[in-house]
């Protein structure tokens, strides 16, 4: 698989976000990462999903959306990772990089979101409803995102483990908040983290799916 890898700084309100960008030779879209609550772009599972998106002509954005200094005091206080407010707006000025910068061409953003990445995904989506075209949760808490999930307009998809009882919840109560175009998806015996064996290559090939189908 040809992919170019490359490290940029984004530029996202008065932030520097630092991402890895990864490249297919001819995407077809590209998809940022949001990562949960207390983790880095260089989580192995969001790496693992982006290397199967890529492998669908997908490009893909892993990123910081703290800098150093806010992850230092995030470190001590947990306290910006459930700052959904500044992490969704961090989300939407690296869609706007992208709809502006276009390292990937002019395709299509789709975007990713894990835990509490996933309520900042689907409040970016619904600030940005003519530039993001999908969003895929993985073991999110969309309900974060409140009165936000009324008016987003991209088809998501939540992907819950399915000894996750409580997350399941949660993902049914998003999704009657959400409009039609989302989809609930539960992934027989995983966990939250998707650590039994096959569950994080669901979700990949869940993930690829339907971004491939809602980004082209």
């Given at each position: 698989?040809?992919?170019?890898?490359?490290?940029?700084?984004?530029p996202a309100g008065e932030a520097r976000l630092t991402a890895d960008l990864l490249m297919p030779a001819e995407p077809v879209g590209v998809v940022a990462f949001a990562h949960g609550s207390g983790s880095s772009r260089h989580s192995p599972r969001n790496v693992a999903v982006a290397h199967v998106l890529n492998g669908s002509a997908l490009g893909t954005v892993l990123v910081d959306l703290l800098t150093p200094a806010e992850d230092a005091v995030d470190a001590r206080t947990a306290e910006l990772r459930f700052d959904i407010g500044l992490l969704a707006g961090r989300l939407a000025g690296i869609v706007d990089w992208l709809a502006a910068?276009?390292?990937?061409?002019?395709?299509?953003?789709?975007?990713?979101g894990a835990s509490t990445g996933a309520?900042?995904?689907?409040?970016?989506?619904?600030?940005?409803?003519?530039?993001?075209?999908a969003v895929v949760s993985r073991g999110?808490?969309?309900?974060?995102?409140?009165?936000?999930?009324?008016?987003?307009?991209?088809p998501t998809l939540l992907l819950v483990g399915g000894l996750?009882?409580?997350v399941i919840t949660l993902n049914e109560q998003a999704q009657d908040a959400l409009p039609e175009t989302a989809?609930?998806?539960?992934?027989?015996?995983?966990?939250?983290?998707f650590e039994e064996p096959g569950a994080l290559e669901q979700v990949a090939h869940e993930a690829a799916t339907w971004f491939t189908t809602h980004l082209r």
């Open positions: 698989m040809d992919v170019r890898s490359s490290e940029v700084t984004i910068e276009r390292p990937f061409g002019p395709v299509p953003i789709g975007l990713f309520a900042a995904a689907l409040v970016a989506a619904a600030e940005r409803p003519d530039l993001v075209k999110g808490r969309p309900d974060l995102a409140g009165p936000a999930l009324g008016t987003v307009r991209a996750d009882e409580q989809e609930l998806t539960i992934v027989p015996g995983a966990t939250h983290l």
